[in-house]
């Protein structure tokens, strides 16, 4: 299965992007609480509205939960080997 790999503090992922990966696990999914970057601007306990959510990850890439991976339609978020491993049976 060919790879690609984008390093997202270099390229950071396109709103547009980020909007097919909340569609499917919704933003909360998407937000890594334990990063850093989350920690210190203190979000732990911000209110923002979806929209809002997905313009600051699309700022601060650290804060995405990773890895975010795209298959052709399938994706996922976080580790998923289990997933992986089924895509790779059925190509």
Do not use: C
Request: net charge positive; proline share 2%; hydrophobic share 45%.
């Amino acid at each position: 299965m060919k790879t690609h790999f984008v390093d997202l503090a270099e390229r950071a992922a396109s709103l547009g992007e980020l909007r097919r990966f909340a569609q499917k696990f919704d933003v909360s999914a998407l937000i890594d609480q334990s990063s850093k970057r989350y920690l210190d601007r203190g979000l732990r306990n911000a209110r923002m509205s979806d929209d809002r959510w997905l313009e600051l990850l699309a700022e601060e890439p650290l804060m995405l939960r990773m890895p975010l991976v795209r298959q052709q339609n399938r994706l996922t978020v976080g580790l998923a080997e289990t997933e992986w491993s089924s895509w790779m049976a059925s190509a």
